[in-house]
């Protein structure tokens, strides 16, 4: 209807009202109008309704409406304002109602919140419209608190450093972040816009499972994100269906990987309470030194859980979940790790004598997993046990005695049966109980499971090189022969395939192999493919067009750079302009990629390691090529340094920010870009705040943890330090525009604790003890997180952050103990074997 006829109708229909004396507009809906009466209906509902301001003032021009009076639909709970002037509730989130308006004041994007997405540990997601970009996006609104604050820094560092340069053409099923700001004192992300998580999938199938080749094409996404983040050295820490989304509109089989607030880089891992309880893996819940093999632990979890509709290892406490493992492999960890792991004592007997080992399936093992009544004998507390939700207890078995679906022709059915075969080989080299024979993404790459090939016998994937550790203490000799890419993390062993090297110009110039992660050698085989580029090892560059060094066979291509471990460079043009096996870095080439791919300035203090040979000239010294967090002393617990150690406040880049900056509360005054602090915090109540929320969401996590938790020490430690905190640190960044870059603030928060040190840093905690206020703010400063980076774009408008050694806190996580838990299992104890799939 033309908007004449809409308006002419419209009269009409209000004479029509307000006459009364005529035909009415209305009358009554009677079942007898037919089937299509509800569709008319609607029809004329919808009509009526639309610019219904504008319709009431046709009828009555005298009626006037003013948004500002609706009452305020609220999706924060609770919506009391407690803190922060009346915006934030007494969980510390910001009130949120629909129609509430974020500005973001340097892009002057305008975030209208329209619904609320999810409430995390970090705080909450809001859809919102973008009428500057025209689209909807998805915005996390982080609690305004010290230690959510920092660890979401850590989130857009690790992702800004993955958008841009590991995934630069969006294809590797990672996130795109959008932009950040600060809104009412909370630091704002924008990310694109995302559809259901997996888990709500699985949900919405009644959780019976997908289809095998539903499981196979989401598998084959996330296996994609598993190989970018090996490249980039990065562990993601916390994958589980709720962290995969379906991608919204036209390409609904596609999946991303989100929420990087966990992530860590590989040989920098400072957290030991990591990952969600049903995919921990076993070296996470011993307590024993983890990689990114945790990762593909998780991955086989979602696998399973994809296929059958439920998690496989649905533990209700860490002892469950490993009674479970150990049942369903049957197998347990290996001897050489319980021998060392930190919690082996919690979970298993020592038998004692070698005459008196036990055989568990074939191999003697001096550990014995506890019965329930050993655990109570040893813990004076029962353990928490669940359910089984399964017929049958093998992982075999659970897979091949699923329910087929119906109507399956013998062919359909036989063909299923060899899917299935192929998941089960595949899914057990991923959740292989030791981490040392797991499969790395590379190995599980190839496995028919995801290539579709005919799975005829097991798999065998090619043998791994041997990882070589970094090792801090490593004397490097930077000539390019002398040996600089053992100590890069590549290993002699490592095999090159230089089958493309007479394509490639780049190859000339790498003659030690392709670059590695920071934890060794990239593995020399694989499935990676067409342009990725392996770049050598520290020091190296590489460009945007092919540049191919390491071997690897096939399917995942496109542009994927592997930035070398420390210091790699990278920019945009052709520079490989070497020879004789060097490789010459422009002096446009600013600034460097650690290990992490995080880019960090040169001229910062610690160990020689990340410098590359060609940037000696133009750098000083970088750090080991770590993400900013794991140069944060975190929290260090008075046990294992005297207060007066240097390691306790300061040593290494950020963490001497935070030895001087102890200032707590941030009041940021100023919403947008320039907060700044200005009150000093209760670091007890700080705790306290900690403590609550532990209670409140991971009862897991023992008291004595949170008694002699180092962030306690710190707390009180930092309320003596509440003096100069104001560091300036400029923050911002460019909506859609992944080449934009800006230096951010750098403040990575870090609870520490001490059994969990990494050894390596602890040189680097201990030395450069005459620190000043002024080196430190420039020294962070100059932390840049993007590897390109352009000085005139750098006006970002500049915040003070008061940074405490409680403030570094980082919240610990547990989502599957606070989001997802054994009350979102079936109540009936079988459920999924009595669901036939669809
Ligand atoms: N880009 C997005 N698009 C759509 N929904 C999203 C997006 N990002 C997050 N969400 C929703 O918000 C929820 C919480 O997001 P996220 O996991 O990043 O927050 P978190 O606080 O880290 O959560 P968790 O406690 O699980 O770690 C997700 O499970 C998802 O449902």
Not at 164 to 192: A, G, Q
Not at 196 to 214: A, F, H, W
Not at 387 to 398: A, G, H, S, T
Not at 686 to 707: A, D, P, V
Request: charged share 20%; hydrophobic share 30%.
């Amino acid at each position: 209807m033309s908007d004449q006829g809409m308006e002419k109708s419209v009269r009409s229909l209000g004479r029509a009202v307000i006459t009364g004396g005529e035909e009415s507009a209305f009358r009554r809906y009677t079942k007898d109008e037919g089937r299509f009466a509800r569709t008319e209906r609607s029809e004329l509902i919808k009509r009526l309704t639309k610019d219904i301001v504008g319709t009431y003032q046709l009828c009555n021009p005298k009626f006037k409406h003013s948004e500002a009076l609706n009452p305020k639909r609220y999706l924060t709970s609770p919506h009391i304002g407690e803190s922060n002037d009346g915006f934030d509730n007494t969980n510390s989130d910001l009130i949120l109602n629909v129609n509430l308006v974020l500005i973001n004041d340097r892009s002057q994007h305008r975030y209208i919140v329209k619904e609320l997405l999810g409430h995390g540990t970090f705080g909450q997601v809001a859809k919102c419209w973008v009428p500057e970009e025209n689209r909807y996006v998805a915005l996390k609104i982080i609690k305004n608190l010290p230690a959510y604050y920092n660890q979401a820094i850590h989130e857009v560092t690790i992702l800004r450093t993955l958008n841009e340069n590991f995934d630069r053409y969006n294809k590797h099923n990672i996130v795109r972040m959008l932009e950040f700001f600060l809104y009412r004192h909370h630091l704002c992300i924008s990310f694109e816009m995302l559809g259901i998580n997996l888990y709500d999938l699985l949900k919405s199938n009644n959780l019976k499972g997908l289809p095998l080749n539903v499981v196979r094409l989401f598998s084959n996404q996330i296996m994609c994100t598993l190989l970018v983040l090996k490249g980039a050295a990065i562990i993601h820490c916390d994958l589980k269906p709720e962290n995969i989304l379906l991608l919204e509109g036209l390409k609904p089989t596609g999946v991303k990987v989100i929420d990087f607030g966990s992530a860590c880089t590989e040989g920098h891992t400072v957290y030991s309470y990591i990952q969600s309880r049903y995919y921990r893996s076993p070296e996470v819940l011993l307590g024993y030194p983890y990689t990114a093999a945790i990762d593909m632990w998780s991955f086989g979890c979602i696998v399973v859980e994809l296929f059958l509709g439920l998690p496989l290892f649905a533990g209700s406490s860490e002892y469950d979940i490993l009674r479970r493992i150990i049942n369903v492999l049957g197998a347990q960890p290996p001897d050489s790790i319980l021998r060392e792991a930190k919690k082996t004592s919690s979970f298993f007997k020592h038998i004692g004598s070698i005459h008196r080992m036990e055989t568990f399936k074939g191999n003697k093992c001096v550990y014995h997993f506890l019965t329930e009544e050993e655990y109570n004998a040893r813990h004076q507390a029962k353990p928490i046990v669940g359910r089984w939700y399964f017929n049958q207890v093998k992982l075999d078995d659970i897979i091949l005695g699923y329910p087929y679906r119906k109507n399956l022709t013998k062919d359909e059915k036989s063909e299923e049966q060899s899917l299935r075969l192929a998941l089960i080989n595949f899914v057990r080299g991923l959740i292989e109980i030791d981490p040392k024979k797991r499969w790395t993404p590379l190995q599980a790459s190839q496995h028919p499971f995801l290539t579709g090939k005919p799975f005829t016998q097991p798999y065998h994937p090619p043998p791994l090189t041997h990882n070589t550790p970094i090792v801090s203490h490593v004397k490097v000799n930077h000539g390019p022969e002398q040996g600089h890419w053992l100590a890069s993390g590549l290993s002699p062993q490592v095999h090159m395939n230089l089958g493309v090297q007479h394509i490639n110009p780049c190859i000339q110039m790498m003659p030690f192999s392709h670059a590695s992660s920071g934890y060794g050698s990239c593995e020399s085989y694989g499935s990676f493919n067409e342009n990725p580029y392996f770049v050598g090892s520290y020091g190296s560059n590489c460009n945007e067009s092919s540049c191919l060094s390491g071997s690897c066979g096939s399917n995942y291509n496109d542009n994927l750079c592997f930035f070398g471990s420390y210091g790699s460079s990278y920019n945009d043009s052709p520079r490989f302009a070497g020879s004789n096996g060097e490789h010459r870095v422009p002096d446009y080439c600013s600034s460097t990629v650690g290990s992490s791919g995080l880019s960090i300035p040169m001229h910062i203090g610690g160990s020689n390691l990340g410098t590359s040979p060609d940037l000696r000239g133009a750098f000083r010294p970088m750090s080991l090529g770590a993400s900013p967090s794991q140069f944060t002393p975190p929290n260090i617990s008075p046990r294992k340094f005297s207060p007066n150690s240097p390691a306790n406040f300061h040593g290494s880049l950020l963490g001497k920010a935070t030895g001087v900056s102890p200032c707590h509360k941030k009041s940021w005054g100023h919403s947008g870009t320039i907060p700044h602090l200005n009150q000093h915090f209760d670091g007890v109540s700080q705790h306290r705040q900690f403590q609550h929320h532990l209670e409140g969401n991971y009862s897991e996590q023992n008291s004595e943890g949170l008694i002699n938790s180092p962030r306690n020490a710190q707390s009180i430690q930092s309320n003596r330090r509440n003096e100069r905190c104001q560091n300036e640190y400029p923050l911002g960044m460019a909506l859609n525009s992944p080449t934009s870059t800006s230096q951010t603030e750098s403040s990575f928060s870090s609870s520490f604790d001490p059994g969990n040190w990494d050894p390596n840093f602890s040189d680097l905690l201990l030395q450069d003890d005459d620190i000043t206020v002024s080196n430190l703010v420039s020294e962070i400063d100059n932390v840049h997180l993007a590897p390109k980076m352009d000085s005139s774009i750098l006006n970002f408008g500049t915040f003070r952050h008061a940074r405490d050694t409680s403030q570094m806190a980082r919240p610990i996580l547990n989502p599957a103990s606070s989001t997802r838990t054994d009350k979102h299992l079936p109540k009936c104890s079988k459920a999924p074997v009595h669901c036939v799939r669809q």
